[in-house]
C-alpha cells in the first residue's frame, strides 16, 4: 500500500509525541494508536503501517546484543554498557550471550552498527585481505 505525504507526517508527529526524553514510552504508543482507531481519520491505516515501521526500528536502534567467548563478570558487562550509553544513549536493552566460535574479544551489535573485536573477526579481517 502506497503512503501518503500526509500519513508519513502524522506518523513521525505521532512517533515524536510518543517519546519522553529520547526513549519510546509503551504507555504512549498503545494510546495513540487506540485513539488513531477511534478517530479514523482519512488515510489512518497508512499513518499506522508507517508508526508500526518507526516503532520498529526504534525497538531495533535500542536494543543491545553482546556476544563474548566465554561468559563475561558483572564488572565488565557494566563496563560495557556504560560505554554503549556513551556512544547511543541511555534506554538500551541488553542481550549477552556466550559464543564460543568468536575464539575471544567481544562483537556487538547496536541496531545496524557492528563492533567486531572479536578473534574471528579479525582473522576474517586478514584472510579476505590476503
Known amino acids: 500500500m ?7 507526517r502524522d506518523a513521525k508527529a505521532l512517533f515524536n509525541t510518543c517519546r ?5 514510552d509503551d504507555a504512549r504508543v498503545r494510546t495513540a494508536v487506540t485513539q488513531l482507531i477511534a478517530l479514523k ?11 508500526k515501521r518507526l516503532v520498529k ?11 563474548s567467548a566465554t561468559a563475561l563478570s558483572e ?4 563496563d560495557v554498557k556504560a560505554r554503549l550509553e556513551k556512544l547511543h544513549g541511555a534506554g ?4 549477552f550471550q556466550v559464543n564460543a ?7 556487538i551489535r547496536v541496531g545496524s552498527d557492528i563492533y567486531d573485536g572479536s578473534v574471528a573477526g579479525r582473522l576474517q579481517a586478514l584472510e579476505t585481505t590476503l
Do not use: C, H, M, N
Open 20 to 24: 519522553v526524553q529520547g526513549v519510546l
Open 2 to 8: 502506497k503512503i501518503s505525504k500526509q500519513s508519513r
Open 92 to 95: 538500551l536493552q541488553y542481550t
Open 41 to 51: 481519520p482519512r488515510g489512518f491505516e497508512g499513518t499506522l503501517d508507517r508508526l
Open 75 to 78: 564488572s565488565t558487562q557494566q
Open 57 to 67: 526500528l526504534d525497538l531495533d536502534r535500542r536494543s543491545a546484543l553482546i556476544e
Open 101 to 107: 566460535a568468536l575464539v575471544g574479544g567481544l562483537r
